[in-house]
C-alpha cells in the first residue's frame, strides 16, 4: 500500500510540475508576442496599406538621389576593405558618384565582387587586391601594391568595413575564429594603413555594442524580460568595456574591442573613429538578410513580428563614412575624431512585421507572412546551442553533427539581438563644431525600403 501511495503521490506531483511549466512557458510566449511600452511609446503606428502603396509608387517614379547629399570629392586614394560585401560596395559607388576616379579606388577582400550593381562601369574599373586581413604579410601585400602614377603621390584615406559576422555564437568555443576577423584582423588593417601612410581611418562598427542581452528565464511574475526594451546609443563608449557575459554575443564583444583600437589609435597624424550602423542594415544589391532575404526566399515566417527597431539603408551608412572623412579633413583636429557614432534612417523605428508587410504589399515575387510561437524556438535554439558546443568534440559529433544552414542560426543569441532596440544618432546630426559629423538623413526606413523593392521588381521583371 505505502508503494501504490508513493507511486500515486509521484504522479500527481509529476502533472503539478508539468502544469507549472506548461503554464510558465504559456506566459513567457505570451509576453514575448507583446511590444513593451516603451517600444510602443517610439513608434506607436503600424504601416498602413495604402501608406506603403503611395510610398512605392512616388519612389518608383522618383528614385532617391544619393549624390546630392554627398560630401564633395576630396581628390584622395581610398583603400576599402570589405569592399565586394554591402557597406563597403556602397562606400565605393559613392565615392565614385561623387567624382573620385576608379583608378584611385582599391578593394582589399578575400573574395571578389559580385554585385551587379559593380560589375559593370566605373565600379568594374576600381582595383581589386585580395587578401585575408587575418594574415598581417597579405594584408601589408594587398596595401602595397603599387598604385597608377597618376594617383600615387594623393594622400590616403582607409574605409576599413570588413568583419566577420556571427550573431549565433556566444561561446567561448567560437570566440577565436570570430576574434581573428575582428580584432586582430581590424589591428593589421591599422598597422598596414600606418605603413601606407593613411592619414585617415574610418571602420565600420555595429550598434549592437550598446546592447545587453535580455533576461528570457527567471522570475515568472516579471511583466516583461529584463532588457527586452532598450535605448541604444554611444554612451558605453566613454565607460569601462563591458566582460563578455554582457554582450549579445561574440560578434558584439568582438567589434567593441576593435572599435576601441579604432578610437583609441587617433592622433594628429592619424584620424579615426567608427561608424555604428543601427541594427540591421538594409538596401543591398547583392541581398542583405532584412529585406533581400524576404525577396529572396520568398517566405517572412518570424517569431519578431512584434518587434520594434531602428533600421539603417545602406546608403546612409556610407554616407556617414564620407562625412566622418569630411570632418577628420579640416586642418584643426574636430571633437568628432577619436569616437563612435550610431546612424540610423530617419523617421521612427517599425516593426519587423511592417518590414515584413511592406515586402508582401509591393514585391511582385509572393512573399508568405506567417508568425512562429517565440518561447518553442526559444527552448529550441537552446538544444541547437547544445547540440553545437558537443559537436566541435571528436566523439559527440560522430552521433550528432554540427547544426547547418539556417538551422545553425537558430540559437539564442540571435533572441537576444533581436530585442525591441530603439536608436538615436542625434550625437551624429550635430555639427562637426558641436562634435558631430554633420549627418543628415535621406530617406526614411519606408522609403528605403520602397526603393529596394523597387530595383529588385525590375529586375525580376
Not at 66 to 84: C, F, I, M, Q
Not at 269 to 287: M, V
Not at 295 to 305: C, D, F, I, P
Not at 379 to 388: G, N, R, S, T
Request: net charge positive; proline share 8%.
Amino acid at each position: 500500500m505505502d508503494g501504490l501511495a508513493s507511486a500515486f503521490q509521484a504522479r500527481w506531483a509529476a502533472a503539478i510540475l508539468f502544469l507549472l511549466g506548461f503554464a510558465y512557458l504559456w506566459r513567457l510566449n505570451k509576453v514575448m508576442s507583446q511590444t513593451p511600452p516603451g517600444a510602443v511609446q517610439a513608434s506607436p503606428y503600424r504601416w498602413a496599406d495604402h501608406e506603403i502603396k503611395q510610398t512605392y509608387k512616388r519612389i518608383e517614379e522618383n528614385p532617391i538621389n544619393w549624390r546630392e547629399h554627398l560630401p564633395p570629392k576630396a581628390n584622395r586614394r581610398y583603400v576599402v576593405t570589405g569592399g565586394s560585401g554591402g557597406v563597403g560596395g556602397q562606400i565605393i559607388l559613392h565615392l565614385l558618384l561623387r567624382g573620385e576616379p576608379p583608378e584611385s579606388i582599391r578593394i582589399v577582400d578575400f573574395r571578389k565582387v559580385e554585385r551587379a550593381d559593380m560589375t559593370s562601369g566605373p565600379a568594374a574599373k576600381v582595383d581589386f587586391a585580395q587578401a585575408d586581413i587575418t594574415s598581417p604579410s597579405a594584408t601589408q601585400a594587398a596595401f602595397n601594391k603599387p598604385w597608377p602614377a597618376s594617383v600615387a603621390k594623393l594622400p590616403l584615406t582607409v574605409f576599413h568595413t570588413a568583419a566577420l559576422i556571427a550573431p549565433a555564437d556566444r561561446t567561448m568555443g567560437t570566440y577565436e575564429r570570430i576574434k581573428r576577423v575582428n580584432v586582430d584582423g581590424t589591428q593589421n588593417v591599422m598597422d598596414a594603413a600606418k605603413a601606407a601612410g593613411a592619414t585617415i581611418f574610418i571602420a565600420t562598427s555595429s550598434a549592437s555594442i550598446a546592447t545587453r542581452p535580455a533576461s528570457f528565464w527567471g522570475n515568472p511574475f516579471r511583466r516583461w524580460p529584463r532588457n527586452y526594451f532598450q535605448l541604444i546609443d554611444e554612451s558605453d563608449f566613454d565607460k569601462p568595456l563591458r566582460p563578455h557575459s554582457q554582450f549579445f554575443g561574440n560578434y558584439a564583444h568582438t567589434k567593441a574591442i576593435a572599435e576601441r583600437l579604432v578610437c583609441h589609435a587617433n592622433s594628429p597624424k592619424f584620424r579615426t573613429g567608427t561608424i555604428r550602423p543601427s541594427n540591421a542594415i538594409y538596401g543591398s544589391s547583392n541581398g542583405d538578410q532584412v529585406v533581400g532575404v524576404v525577396l529572396r526566399t520568398q517566405n517572412a515566417q518570424s517569431w519578431m513580428t512584434n518587434y520594434v527597431q531602428n533600421f539603417v539603408h545602406g546608403g546612409h551608412i556610407s554616407l556617414g563614412h564620407l562625412q566622418f572623412e569630411a570632418a577628420l579633413l579640416r586642418k584643426e583636429m574636430p571633437k568628432c575624431a577619436g569616437r563612435p557614432f550610431v546612424i540610423t534612417d530617419d523617421g521612427p523605428p517599425p516593426t519587423y512585421g511592417d518590414v515584413y508587410y511592406l515586402c508582401h504589399v509591393t514585391a511582385k515575387t509572393p512573399v508568405k507572412l506567417g508568425i512562429l510561437p517565440p518561447a518553442p524556438l526559444l527552448i529550441l535554439a537552446h538544444i541547437i546551442e547544445l547540440v553545437a558546443i558537443g559537436s566541435r568534440t571528436p566523439v559527440l559529433n560522430w552521433i550528432f553533427p554540427a547544426p547547418k544552414g539556417t538551422l545553425a542560426m537558430l540559437q539564442p543569441a540571435v533572441f537576444h539581438a533581436g530585442l525591441n532596440l530603439v536608436s538615436t544618432d542625434e550625437p551624429a546630426q550635430r555639427s562637426v563644431e558641436q562634435g558631430g559629423l554633420g549627418f543628415k538623413h535621406v530617406v526614411t526606413t519606408m522609403e528605403g525600403m520602397c526603393q529596394q523593392v523597387a530595383e529588385w521588381n525590375k529586375e525580376h521583371a
